[in-house]
Each structure stands twice: as C-alpha cells, then as structure tokens.
C-alpha cells in the first residue's frame, strides 16, 4: 500500500500538470485536492474536463491498489459523471470511496467538493477492469 | 459562428495546457487534436481524464455555439465516456458532433482517435442544459 | 406527498406489469420491491432491463415529489445504471435517495439489493431536469 | 448464428412482457420493436425504463452472438442511456450496432426511434464484459 508521500511522488503527468495534491491514501478512501485557478475553461469557470480527471485519477488509484493485492492491474472502462455545480476560484476535493471491488471488475465513486463554499460540485462513476498482468 | 483561429483564441486554460488544437469548426462538427504526451497516467498511458477533457471540451464547444443562435447559453450537466483504447505516444484526435440539438437540452458525441494507429479509443457523450443567460 | 397506498395505486402500466410494490415514500428515501421471476432474460438471470426500469420509476417518482413542492414536473434525461451482481430467484429492494435537488435539475441515486442475499446487485443514477408545465 | 425466428423464440420473460419483436438479427444490426400501450409510466408517457429495457436487450443479444463465435458469454456491465423525446402511444424501434468488439469487453449502442413520427427518442450505449464460460 502507497503511503501520500508515495502516491504524490509516483505521480503522472496530467496530475502534476492539474495540481493534484494527494492528502489520504488508504483501502477505502483516496483523498485529493485540485486547484480552480489554472484548470478553468473559456469563461472562467472549473472545466467539467479537469473534474473528469480529478475522478478518474483517484478511482484508478483506488482500484490499482485494491488489484495490486492479488497481483492484478486494472483498466479504465467507463466514467459516468454528473456536474452539480462549479466555481471560478479556490480548490476543490475529491474523496474516491468503492462501491464494488469484485475479482475481475471494480467500481469506485468520487465525489467532488468546492472547499471554500462547502458544495458538491460533481460526483462521478468509473467502471474498471481487473486483468492479470502481461508475463 | 466562430472560425477555427478565433476558436483557439479564446481557449481556456485547461485546453491551453493539455495542448488541444482546432482543426475544424462547423455546426456539426467541431473536431481537434491533443498530444498524448504531456497527458499520461503514471503508468505512461494517455490519462483517461485527459481523454475526458478534451470530450467536456468539443461536446461544450459545439453546444455553446448552437446555444448562441438562440441567445442561449450552455451548462454541462453529465459526462458519460467509454475506454476502448490506449496509448504512449503520438496525438488523438477528437470529433463531436450534435446527437439532438433541442431548446431546453442538447446531446453530443466525441469520439477520439489515435491518429498514427487509426484506432478508436474513446467514445464519449454529454449531456447539456441549454438556459438564458442572467440579464 | 403521497404515501405508500397512493403510490401503489397511481402506479402506471409497467410498474404493474413488473411487479414493483412500494414499502416506503419520504422525502429522503423512495423504497419498492420487484421479483426477480417473470422480469427475467432468456438465461434466467434477472433482466439488466427490468433493474433499470426499478431505478427510473423510483427516482423519477421521487424527483416527482420533491418538484411538485414548487408546483413543477419532471422529465429524465439520463440513466447511468452499474450491474454489479445478479440473481435467478427472489426478491430485489430498490432504494432510492436524492443527491442533488436544484430548481432546474435533479440526481437521485438508486441501489437495488437482492434481498435474500443480502448483496447490492446495482446502483443507478438518473439525471432529472426540472420543468415549469405547460399552463 | 441465430435468426430473427429463433431469436423470437428464445426470448425470456422480460422480453415476452414488453412485447418486443425481433425484426432482423445480424452481425452489424438487432432490430426490434416495442409497443408504447403496457409500458407506460403513472402519466401516460412510455416508461424509461421499457427504453432501457429495449437497449439492454438489444445490446446483450448483439454482444452474446459476436461472444459465441469464440465461444464466449458475456455480462452486463453498464448502461447509459439518453432520453430525447417521448410518446405517448404507437410503437417503437431500437436498432443496435456494435461501437467496439474485443476479446474482454464489447460496447454496443442502441437507437430508439419512434416508428410513427420518426423521432429519435432515445440513445443508449451498454458496457460488456465477455468472458470463458465455467467448465
């Protein structure tokens, strides 16, 4: 199990590039945060896209380390996610909990809060595929 | 309607950093590129939020415009998107086009190529509210 | 509102037809039963159909209610159902919460649990928008 | 390969229930109607979830036929589905078609028209996974 410090420090490019700033890291619980200011779209308000990812790179963390446990990865197969709300300004985070950690497919929601405001701004769904690694 | 230059004028943030470029901008079609470079997963594969975002993008791009005819504006209000694909390099592209344009609701479809492969490796859908703007 | 009697007895044509009976109708939960026998697919397993019909008559009649406080109607826009389990004999219990009432928009979330298992078998969400009737 | 007979003759419980009639069965297409009169909801507008019903029943007998040629079943795994209109009586028509078949998940699309005024009423998309049979 990846501890924050690892979660933050194994971290790809789109997360770096968004801002995310992992703050829990555990079996039934991924914790992250997003800037606003950066990750905006034409007029001014957060991109539904950035929310999208925020959701999927939590989920996928989530569901890799629940996998890695029986030696598995996983794949991405379907995001479903409903806007609520948006924002212009401050930092939004996502707490990623599962739904459904099955042997061959998992399902994980995340749920995307404005800090400042206090208001569920998104809340979304990814379907993953658990595999077998290629030997 | 805005050309495709004035398109990539008024891009936004997000779009501006995950390198999305307009190629073309049509009442039913809006279509662009976006490297995968830049835009992975920690694992080196193109980030399915990234795929999101450029989803979010089109689909809002081609409502925000069928929307003003009428003096309207747009509000995302759910994404739904399916991995088929994946990759490590090269440059997707993404091409929305309008499933039902209506006075209260639109539906758009972005599917997203791997241009070098010419395989599909994203279909998404947004659903949008079409409202007045607030005088 | 309506209680559970009234419920029942407003059901419309499909509702009857699947076997759907109401247990509970608030303002924070809409709860109704559905047999898995008769709403079947051809391998005998419960029909994905027959869940997403439970998930769309509990939340739209729940999204119903919490509109009709205002005087408004409802309409669903969207459907976004996860299959996480199955069943060939027995009962399902649908529950159904709100997690966004707006004035323009709602989100209500349905999880169905095979009662006799005791397992959640799906969880959907529908995408309601919000309308003044027409007068 | 089933045809459209056989397909008839096969159906299950749900499927015999809403009246739906298999009108072409092949690789790239399954198309089936659905009467509006029995599936309707408390006000008299065909039920969402009979519109789900008819994609899931679609999609999955598509899905199942493509799975066999290798030997494989499949299982639901997702369903989104969009409603862009309704109606109150007359019937209608889903044509299914495949957007991806691979060896460990299919997606598969589903367009429901309304036969007589030719309106789109809804599109729905299902997630599938394909998998090796118990032996």
């Known amino acids: 199990m990846l501890d924050?410090?690892?979660?933050q420090l194994q971290q790809g490019e789109l997360g770096f590039k968004l801002g995310i700033i992992y703050e829990e890291v555990s079996r039934s619980r991924v914790v992250a945060t997003m800037p606003v200011e950066g990750n905006r779209q034409p007029y001014?308000?957060?991109?539904?896209?950035?929310?999208?990812?925020?959701?999927?790179?939590?989920?996928s963390f989530g569901a890799a380390m629940a996998a890695a446990q029986d030696g598995k990865i996983v794949m991405g197969l379907h995001q479903s996610s409903n806007f609520l709300g948006t924002s212009t300004s401050g930092t939004v985070r996502g707490v990623a909990a599962p739904i459904?950690?099955?042997s061959t497919t998992q399902l994980w929601q995340v749920d995307v809060t404005h800090i400042e405001s206090g208001k569920?701004?998104?809340s979304g769904r990814v379907t993953i595929a658990v595999r077998s690694p290629r030997t």
Chains 1, 2, 3, 4 share one sequence.
């Open 120 to 122: 569920l701004i998104a």
């Open 4 to 7: 924050v410090e690892q979660a």
């Open 100 to 102: 459904h950690v099955g």
């Open 44 to 59: 001014g308000f957060l991109h539904g896209g950035a929310i999208c990812s925020l959701v999927e790179e939590l989920a």
